[in-house]
């Protein structure tokens, strides 16, 4: 037995209606923005380095870094990136490092 829907007032019907497409809408626009961008760990080029007895971030980081870039926030965007709580290093450790090109792309979102 089917049952008969019946819609009183259309107009109420419609509000309800379009909050609903509203919220779907926005629902879905949101888990396809998270999924844009720069995923940090697959789209990245990123430069693996051993750390070598007398090894430091300054005279690491030097090698990736040019004269646009302050070495102070890249060593604290790699110290970040590597999760390292100081800057003490240990020979053996294997640290990520981007190019210049990579970390400007990386600190104007």
Do not use: H
């Amino acid at each position: 037995m089917r049952t008969k829907v019946v819609i009183r007032n259309k107009f109420r019907f419609g509000v309800a209606l379009f909050i609903m497409m509203l919220f779907v809408t926005t629902i879905l626009m949101i888990s396809i923005g998270e999924g844009k961008g720069i995923d940090k760990e697959t789209d990245i080029n990123w430069i693996f380095v051993e750390v070598k007895q007398g090894d430091s971030l300054w005279t690491i980081s030097k090698n990736f870094v040019n004269e646009s870039v302050d070495i102070r926030d890249y060593i604290s965007f790699i110290r970040k990136v590597n999760r390292l709580e100081n800057a003490v290093l240990y020979p053996g450790q294997v640290l990520k490092f981007v190019d210049v090109k990579t970390y400007k792309l990386l600190c104007s979102k």
